[in-house]
């Protein structure tokens, strides 16, 4: 390739086109185990936080028994700034995520608290701010932070971990949580060659480039098929009744329309959205580095409100979601074809797609406040809760779950759209080898995608449409988004960046 060309794919001296290249371990980023925590989980904290430890042990027979807001009041108001270390701040996190999620809740949607107790509150604030984390329930807090392995020499993957908690107890729910702690461990060999494949752009070389694809590939295809692992030992109506109205949040919830009430904290309630598939960081990577950008959701509000007959209110749903109604494993995902392009130049300027790595995203969320051991979620200060980002009028809901992710990788995925676009350097590059494993990568995201609607069909939409009683919980994503809408969106928005046969791309 020409100097001119790499020019091109590294933003030809504009101003935020093309930058420095990130390194994961700046960013709190492993590069054998990705955003999973470089060091197994603790299973105890020091002897001071015995109670909180003590809690969350007893939390599912508490929740069982109704015991669970008796023992809150009994407990000790400790001090979280006594943890030394991250990995003790992730422990206490997820601690005070589950005897949260089970106070909250413990009563369904019939009776939830409008305030969360001083003892709860004030530390989980705290240690939530250390990590760049809102206070709720996340996939950070329930999945990274929320696992063991059975053999300590053994690999990280479904055979051979266990949850440290669940909030219903039993093989279901755990078996939920493990999938995605798979799927990320599956995501280290994915973000490893992103960053090479940022190299080999930022030298001009298209075979190393192709190469590095390749490997990106074939992670997210083995995370395809991790995430498919969920219906082995995951039963739909379990997951249904039992463990998804704990992963609720409190946003967008007709059952506690104001928020929560943070005592100690703050007199104001605050809504922050449950735990969401779309808050993992590996995610939004593949999106980024390919150039996959999301918009806010086109379909109007879709509720799955139940009617008395137990049928719910909403669209009628495609073929994907019925093949998927009556359990059992999921439908195949549709054949896309596969390209051989070999996009111009010229084809760049023509394509409505940004060229940029960025998602749709304008501006970085601010930076984490100095100071911490891993630095305070956006607009977050001392003890305060940190308060979302306004939506902007264009800004998707996957840029919204930026917020529900630790700090330094949110700020990762800041840095990698500022570097060198891999989009760019593909669509100026004339190979139509490297046009067609960068659409092989694509491919595998939108049948990633495929197949995770279909799960949201089988564990939600068909539960939700078999359920006699009505419940506000139904109605949306736990993460307080209406679920089909957004997640086809999602799907079709990475089919659209695929490179047509005319050299453009399919959004263009």
Known sequence: MSLATAAIATGGGRAGVGG?????????????????????????????FAEWDRLADDASALIITKGIRRRVADLPLLDHQRLQGVAEVQRAALVLTIATHAY?????DERPPRTLPRQLAVPYVGVSNLLGLPPVLTHATIDMYNWRRIDPDGPISLDNLTSLYTLRGGLDESWFFLTTVEIEADGAA?????????????????????????VLRDSV???????????????PHVFYKYIRPFLNGWKNSKAMPDGLIYEGVSDAPFQYGGGSAAQSSLIHAWDTALGVQHWKTKATSVSLYLHSDGSPDGEAHDVDEVACSNGGAPAAAPSLPRSAPIPTPAAVQNTSTSLKAASPMEEPFPSPVSGSPYGAASGASGSSPPVPPPAGHNESFLHEMRFYMPGPHREFL????????????????GSERLVDVYNACLDQITGFRSAHVNIVATYIIAQAAKSRRKSTLAERGTGGTDLMPFLKQSRD????????????????
């Open 414 to 429: 800041v840095a990698l759209a500022d570097g060198p676009s891999i989009r760019r350097f593909v669509a100026a590059s």
């Open 190 to 214: 994915a973000l490893q060659s992103i960053i090479a494949a940022q190299e080999a752009v930022a030298g001009g070389d298209v075979e190393a480039c192709a190469r590095r694809l390749e």
């Open 104 to 108: 909250v809740w413990v009563e369904g």
């Open 20 to 48: 420095a290249i990130p390194r994961l371990q700046d960013f709190d980023v492993s590069p054998e185990r990705g955003f999973l925590p470089s060091a197994d989980p603790l299973t105890r904290l020091p002897a001071y």
């Open 221 to 235: 295809e083995a995370a395809r098929t991790s995430l498919q692992r969920v219906y082995e030992n995951c039963d």
């Open 493 to 508: 928005e990475t089919l659209q960046t695929i490179f047509k046969m005319d050299g453009s791309s399919k959004s263009s």
